[in-house]
Each structure stands twice: as structure tokens, then as C-alpha cells.
């Protein structure tokens, strides 16, 4: 995208047509957008499963045989080995 502006600015100073440098313009602010909301995606699945985890290594220090994470069953030993 940044380099889509500098074109746009040395074309315009050249007179020269810019076409190029606006679809740079807009295939970077494109991606930068989807890149952003993946990001955020992200970032919000790994703390919901973060949570899960750390709900059940609760659980088992609380006494629990097993527990379930993301719809598995798992021993508490295998969690609390993690």
C-alpha cells in the first residue's frame, strides 16, 4: 500500500497516467483490512480455548477425575501435566 501512494505521487508529478499505483492503493488496504479481522479472529479463539483450559486446570486441582475441554474428555492428569 505504501508503495501504491508513492507511486501515485511520483506519477502525478511525472504527469504520467497512475493506474497501477491506485490498484496497489486498494489491493493493500484490502488485505490490510482482512488481515486485521483475522487477526482479531484470532486472538478471540485462542482466549476462548485459553478459558477452557484454564476452567479445567481449575477443575482437576479442585479434585475432579476428569474433565472436559473442547468436547473431549480428559483426565485430569494429562491437564495438569500441561
Known sequence: MILGIVAVVQSKKAGAKNGLGVAAIIVGAVLTLFW?????????????????????AEACANGAESVEVAGQLISCADVLSQ
Not at 479472529?41 to 483450559?53: H, K
Request: proline fraction near 0%.
Open 36 to 56: 486485521i479481522i483475522g487477526m482479531i479472529l484470532f486472538v478471540t479463539a485462542m482466549s476462548a480455548i485459553g478459558g477452557s483450559v484454564l476452567d479445567a
